[in-house]
């Protein structure tokens, strides 16, 4: 079984500018997740996607970052514009509907100077 | 609301010697709980999960953790460190409310363990 794929892996980008993030999930798990990890600390949930609608988004920084889920399937998050302390690892995750064991993908580790 | 403590930042072994992580949570509700072990540049791996069963929950690679809800605990222990097993380490708790709650998962800070020769 696939597991839960990212890209881009690493990005670096100057403050100010764009940058966007793919996530293919396991194939059938209906939930999504986008986490940010800033180093030295535990991932948090950004949103939630239960098919390609929004379950949660209470912690998304909706004045500079954007996610979407079209088709229910693959998802996009962007960032803009991105400040300097938007640096992180960003890791998408997916489970069964109704499941809590997530599966998280490697990740894209964001730089921004 | 649910939120999760790891009590030490980092944690350092021996090959051989046993592990303990600890882990203390709060919940509303009763909680599931995981462990999960993050490699450098690696993705998040599920170690072990309690989910209301047998206290004592078994895992990969030989780790196991005990919940105990007296102690609102959840440590993570192996009898004997491998080399492999240098990573950080994260204690999560996952709601059981209803609603839009279900299923969010609240991470602690992360402990990284070291294993010296």
């Known amino acids: 079984e696939a597991g839960v794929a990212q890209s881009p892996r690493y990005k670096i980008i100057e403050k100010r500018q764009s940058v966007a993030f793919w996530c293919n999930p396991i194939?059938?798990?209906?939930?999504l997740y986008w986490y940010q990890q800033i180093l030295g600390q535990g991932p948090k949930l950004l949103i939630q996607f239960q098919n390609n609608g929004v379950v949660d988004d209470s912690q998304l920084p909706k004045d500079r970052f954007s996610a979407e889920r079209l088709k229910g399937v693959d998802s996009t998050l962007k960032i803009q514009p991105a400040k300097l302390e938007d640096s992180a690892v960003y890791l998408c995750a997916s489970s069964l509907f109704g499941v809590r064991e997530q599966f998280f993908g490697p990740g894209t580790r964001l730089t921004v100077l | 609301a649910q939120s999760v403590t790891q009590l030490d930042s980092h944690v350092s072994v021996s090959e051989g010697t046993p592990v303990l992580l600890r882990c203390n949570y709060s919940?509303?509700?009763?909680?599931?709980l995981f462990w999960y072990v993050q490699h450098p540049n690696k993705g998040l791996q599920l170690l072990l999960k309690?989910?209301?069963?047998?206290?004592l929950v078994k895992g990969i690679n030989g780790f196991e953790a005990e919940f105990k809800k007296s102690e609102t605990s959840f440590h993570l222990t192996k009898p004997s460190a491998h080399m492999s097993d240098a990573a950080e380490y994260f204690c999560v708790v996952s709601s059981n409310a209803g609603g839009t709650s279900y299923g969010k998962l609240t991470f602690g800070q992360g402990t990284i363990l070291t294993v010296h020769p």
């Open positions: 194939s059938g798990h209906a939930t």
């Open positions: 919940s509303s509700y009763s909680p599931s």
């Open positions: 309690y989910t209301s069963a047998a206290t």
